[in-house]
């Protein structure tokens, strides 16, 4: 199973920053990978596909980048919603992994 | 609206079995493979596997082969995910979420149902 690897854990910054998260896959997967954002008692919600497409409705502060093994998730201006736990997924081969979160808290 | 309901907490043993629903609705069921995935307290997300509700063929991680089962019921719009052999760490939120068509990615997601196991 490919295994994606999230770069950091937890993060504290503050509003205005601007963020980076990273995940990186075991192996090559193309574009196949998606961000989620997910905050308590719910479930995930859909920021990006295809590493890099921005889906409709997410702010554009909200960016993708990457492809084969390396990725990236940036926030450009934090938002006080966006304090969240954000997970990348692989969609290139079953079985569909995950990275084990992000959790983004405000310092 | 594309809607995905799933069924309620379950409280079980360990040992015992759970099986868990999730009715679709807002679009044509038959076109969507459904992915299951569950996350214990306080951890990350984790993929159980994904049906394709057209002809019922699965694809289940090897975590869970021969412990999980995913089935469909054309004339409800109903998936089901069994599983079988519950022991304490299969204490999770379990949810069913919709795959975007010829993608990987998950679009709408259910409420999620919790699955305590407990002696």
């Known amino acids: 199973a490919i295994q994606l690897t999230q770069s950091p854990s937890s993060l504290s910054a503050s509003v205005g920053d601007r963020v980076t998260i990273t995940c990186r896959a075991s192996?090559?997967?193309?574009?196949?990978l998606a961000w989620y954002q997910q905050k308590p008692g719910k479930p995930p919600k859909l920021l990006i596909s295809?590493?890099?497409s921005l889906e409709s409705g997410v702010p554009s502060r909200f960016s993708g980048s990457g492809s084969g093994t390396d990725f990236t998730l940036t926030i450009s201006s934090l938002q006080p919603e966006d304090f969240a736990t954000f997970y990348c997924q692989q969609f290139n081969n079953y079985p569909y992994t995950f990275g084990q979160g992000t959790k983004l808290e405000i310092k | 609206q594309v809607q995905l309901v799933q069924s309620g907490a379950e409280v079980k043993k360990p040992g015992a079995s759970v099986k868990v629903s999730c009715k679709a609705s807002g679009y044509t069921f038959t076109s969507y493979y459904i992915h299951w995935v569950r996350q214990a307290p306080g951890q990350g997300l984790e993929w159980m596997g994904i049906i394709n509700p057209s002809d019922g063929s699965t694809n289940y991680a090897q975590k869970f082969q021969g412990r999980v089962t995913m089935t469909r019921d054309t004339s409800t719009s109903t998936v089901y995910m069994e599983l079988s052999s519950l022991r304490s760490e299969d204490t999770a939120v379990y949810y069913c979420a919709r795959r975007r068509y010829r993608s990987g990615v998950i679009d709408y997601w259910g409420q999620g149902t919790l699955v305590s196991v407990s002696s």
């Open positions: 295809d590493a890099s």
């Open positions: 192996q090559g997967i193309s574009s196949a």
